[in-house]
């Protein structure tokens, strides 16, 4: 079983992977869903923060803080840190936001680490799928501080077009913020795995399939325009990451 394979077969146990049919975020109708949330465990999260520790590593980033949106970011963030400080003795702050900016005590947007300019931040989310998130946390961390975002970092591209155009969400954020998405694997990944039996869902193959040619990006989307510079792989239906790090 391979790296991605196992990961994968990892979220199903977790019982993150699901399938069925959704309504996500972005209004969208998917037949199957990543539920970072049922992560119940100490253990599965430490195994969790490994995965995107060792990921930040193979790529070469070296935060200061770990960002976390909330609410399911939170704990994301929570365990890369520890994971960072445990198996690489890198000591980084992290923090994470607020609903509602709080009027009373210390107040403010922001918990854990107090964001300062220059500070070097990575933000820590479950899946990419149509950029809506990058939306909302991007004022909120560039309002804070004259931060620097050098990346995200996702467990699952899911590999599909924004709400606006046909590039693919991970394309949208890097052209419209210079930020890279780093994703451990992807929406191919998981249609090989059940083709491959490397866990159950046949059943929903079909849709599965459906619902990529439906609101998938494909090949001529993936040009951006400034690839010298730009910190991708260019894969056979996507713009993505991955870390051959063995659990």
Do not use: W
């Given at each position: 079983?391979?790296?991605?394979e196992?990961?994968?077969?990892?979220?199903?146990?977790?019982?993150?992977?699901?399938?069925?049919?959704?309504?996500?975020?972005?209004?969208?109708?998917?037949?199957?869903?990543?539920?970072?949330?049922?992560?119940?465990?100490?253990?599965?999260?430490?195994?969790?923060?490994?995965?995107?520790?060792?990921?930040?590593?193979?790529?070469?980033?070296?935060?200061?803080?770990?960002?976390?949106?909330?609410?399911?970011?939170?704990?994301?963030?929570?365990?890369?840190?520890?994971?960072?400080?445990?198996?690489?003795?890198?000591?980084?702050?992290y923090?994470f936001d607020?609903?509602?900016?709080?009027?009373?005590?210390?107040?403010?947007?922001?918990?854990?680490?107090?964001?300062?300019?220059?500070?070097?931040?990575?933000?820590?989310?479950?899946?990419?799928?149509?950029?809506?998130?990058?939306?909302?946390?991007?004022?909120?961390l560039?309002?804070?501080?004259?931060?620097?975002?050098?990346?995200?970092?996702?467990?699952?591209?899911?590999?599909?077009?924004?709400?606006?155009?046909?590039?693919?969400?991970?394309?949208?954020?890097?052209?419209?913020?210079?930020?890279?998405?780093?994703?451990?694997?992807?929406?191919?990944?998981?249609?090989?795995?059940?083709?491959?039996?490397?866990?159950?869902?046949?059943?929903?193959?079909?849709?599965?399939?459906?619902?990529?040619?439906?609101?998938?990006?494909?090949?001529?989307?993936?040009?951006i325009?400034?690839?010298?510079?730009?910190?991708?792989?260019?894969?056979?239906?996507?713009?993505?990451?991955?870390?051959?790090?063995?659990?």
């Amino acid at each position: 079983m391979t790296y991605k394979e196992e990961f994968i077969r990892f979220m199903v146990d977790c019982g993150v992977l699901t399938f069925g049919s959704f309504t996500l975020k972005s209004g969208r109708q998917a037949p199957y869903f990543i539920n970072t949330g049922n992560y119940k465990t100490g253990k599965q999260l430490a195994q969790l923060g490994k995965y995107y520790a060792a990921c930040m590593k193979e790529h070469g980033l070296n935060p200061d803080t770990l960002f976390g949106p909330a609410y399911k970011g939170i704990p994301l963030a929570t365990s890369a840190a520890v994971a960072l400080a445990t198996e690489y003795d890198q000591e980084v702050g992290y923090c994470f936001d607020r609903k509602e900016v709080k009027d009373h005590g210390e107040g403010g947007m922001f918990v854990g680490k107090k964001l300062a300019d220059g500070d070097k931040v990575d933000i820590i989310k479950d899946v990419m799928t149509s950029g809506k998130a990058m939306v909302e946390v991007y004022p909120k961390l560039t309002g804070a501080a004259k931060v620097d975002i050098i990346g995200m970092v996702i467990t699952v591209d899911r590999m599909e077009k924004a709400l606006q155009g046909n590039q693919s969400a991970v394309q949208t954020v890097y052209e419209t913020y210079g930020v890279p998405v780093y994703a451990i694997v992807n929406m191919e990944d998981i249609i090989a795995a059940i083709q491959n039996d490397v866990m159950p869902g046949k059943e929903y193959l079909d849709a599965m399939l459906a619902y990529r040619e439906q609101y998938g990006v494909t090949a001529e989307h993936f040009s951006i325009s400034n690839q010298q510079n730009a910190p991708f792989l260019h894969g056979q239906r996507g713009i993505f990451f991955y870390h051959p790090f063995e659990i």
